[in-house]
């Protein structure tokens, strides 16, 4: 393969969160139950099923070269989608339901800032990728 083919680091990165995070939604669904607000509508279940299926499709969009600015921009547009999950969970102490340490504010808390690292890798991908021919 030319170098010039070669998918950049952070598109790897990005393709393995997402596309590892979207399969766990499906093979431990429960966990990420417990961080769906209650003021979502519909069940968490399918809350769940539904953003780990964006997920699964982001990381095979920004998988090809054609469609990874796509990829980029869903990645982002559902990193921030989901964000607001993440503060209630911490503003509701944790999640609740959940093995530790991840029940504790604390990890609800530190989730948060960590998660700003995913918005930039999402944005640098969609940037730098041209656009499909």
Known sequence: MARCCRPSGSVIALVAILGGAGVAHFAKPE????????????SARMTTYLSGLVEIA???L???PR???LGGLVALATF??????NVQAALDG???????PFDSAAAAWVRLPLQLPMFWL????????PTAA
């Not at 966990?31 to 519909?42: A, L, R, S, T, Y």
């Not at 944790?94 to 530790?100: E, I, R, Y």
């Open 31 to 42: 966990f990420f139950d417990q961080v769906v607000p209650k003021w979502m509508p519909g």
């Open 58 to 60: 982001s990381a095979v």
């Open 62 to 64: 920004i998988a090809n």
């Open 67 to 69: 469609t990874r600015r």
């Open 80 to 85: 921030i989608g989901v964000y607001p999950a």
């Open 94 to 100: 944790g999640m609740k339901g959940v093995k530790p």
């Open 122 to 129: 999402a944005w640098k991908v969609a940037r730098s990728s």
